[in-house]
């Protein structure tokens, strides 16, 4: 069975620092593109980041661009996010997600063939 299963998710202080992980098993992982998105309450779900299968690229929404860093550890089959400088704006459920067969880069959101639950985050002001 695949799965993946953010955690790290918690209440912060505006300002604070958080990594998230999304851990994935029921399949090598290691050469598919993964990401992370976030949905607020009451909007649409939208992309954070991307990262290339091995590190060589990532892309990040202009509202995260130099405050989160994705990155992975394709021998523990694990994504992260760390989330400096938090913003209220960031309260949101944060989902990992891979790609298995992205055709582009960044992959197109309906290229992400395998979601996680997600994982809340608050921003407190």
């Known amino acids: 069975q695949v799965r993946l299963v953010e955690s790290g998710g918690r209440l912060v202080q505006a300002g604070g620092s958080l990594r998230l992980s999304c851990a994935a098993s029921g399949r090598t992982f290691n050469t598919d593109a993964m990401g992370w998105f976030r949905q607020a309450a009451g909007k649409e779900r939208d992309f954070v980041a991307h990262?290339?299968?091995?590190?060589?690229?990532?892309y990040y929404a202009d509202s995260v661009k130099g405050r989160f860093t994705v990155s992975r550890d394709n021998t523990k089959n694990t994504l992260y996010l760390q989330m400096n400088s938090l913003k209220p704006d960031d309260t949101a459920v944060y989902y990992c997600?891979?790609?298995?067969?992205?055709?582009?880069?960044?992959?197109?959101?309906?290229?992400?063939?395998?979601w996680g639950a997600g994982t809340q985050v608050t921003v407190s002001s």
């Open positions: 997600a891979s790609a298995p067969d992205a055709s582009s880069w960044p992959p197109r959101t309906d290229e992400y063939k395998y």
């Open positions: 990262v290339a299968w091995n590190l060589r690229s990532t």
